[in-house]
């Protein structure tokens, strides 16, 4: 099946719980459509370069799925028609990256970076 990651932007009136019960909620649409999700990481509040609907900041979640294709539209559909969902990205991938994703890990632990001066 092709691999996919999501990430998807909540209100931010929304508590911790149900946030991380939004990627509970989807991912349980996803599997009941023949796919699975491989890995899921809440990574918190953080500040939009602009607002949308009238939102300066948003709770942000990403997903690691595997999936058929109409698994994944029929998620995207319904993250579209929910009312605390603002946006949502989908990209497909080759493979799925090892470890957390790069919002997760420590500025340290970033390799590759050059300074800043």
């Known amino acids: ?8 932007i909540a209100r931010q009136d929304l508590s911790n719980a149900q946030a991380e ?19 899921s990481e809440y990574w918190g509040v953080k500040t939009m370069a602009y607002k949308i609907n009238k939102n300066r ?9 595997d999936a058929p294709s109409a698994a994944v539209q029929e998620m995207e559909r319904l993250m579209r028609l929910h009312d605390d969902v603002m946006r ?14 790069v919002q997760m890990q ?12």
């Open 1 to 8: 099946m092709p691999l996919y990651e999501h990430v998807f």
């Open 21 to 39: 019960g939004l990627v509970e909620h989807f991912g349980t649409v996803l599997s009941d459509n023949g796919g699975k999700v491989v890995e």
């Open 57 to 65: 900041k948003g709770h942000y979640a990403f997903l690691r799925t």
């Open 88 to 101: 949502v990205l989908t990209v497909k991938v080759d493979e799925h990256d090892e470890g957390p994703s």
């Open 106 to 117: 420590k500025r340290d632990d970033r390799e590759g970076r050059r300074e800043r001066r």
